[in-house]
């Protein structure tokens, strides 16, 4: 729920290039400061009335939601790393992207590796396919 890297990096460039360090320091806060302060209310309300059965039927019907929208993601990734253009068709298929899938997820479910492990060794295969 806060800005993510582009915006933050952005207002503090802007305010550095305009009123320097200080404004840096002002522009980064006003980019930063109101969705925590939005986030902060939120979780007090949650922890306050998380009881109360409005906020749990709110949080039920929300909850379909939210996963539908990670799914919604995952694919989206999916189907730009295993299709060159994220065109679906046979022959734009990435079988090496696949491959590497196939290997991360015996790695991690199989052998339990550490997933931080795991994605440094699929950059670097990606790396040296993309070489050869």
């Given at each position: ?7 933050v ?42 009881n109360l ?8 019907y ?13 694919i ?13 068709g046979i ?15 015996i790695?991690?479910?199989?052998y ?21």
């Open positions: 729920m806060t800005p993510g890297p582009i915006a990096n952005s207002s503090t460039f802007v305010g550095q290039y305009v009123a320097h360090l200080p404004g840096a320091l002002i522009a980064t806060l006003g980019c930063i400061l109101p969705s925590c302060v939005i986030v902060s209310i939120l979780a007090y309300l949650y922890v306050k009335y998380k059965e409005v906020m749990k039927t709110i949080l039920a929300l909850r379909p939601a939210v996963v539908s929208m990670i799914a919604i993601s995952g989206s990734i999916l189907i730009s790393s295993f299709f060159k253009e994220s065109i679906i022959s734009y298929l990435r079988y090496h992207a696949m491959i590497v899938f196939v290997i991360c997820l790695l991690l479910r199989k339990k590796l550490n997933p931080i492990l795991v994605m440094i060794l699929a950059g670097i295969s990606e790396v040296l396919i993309q070489m050869l």
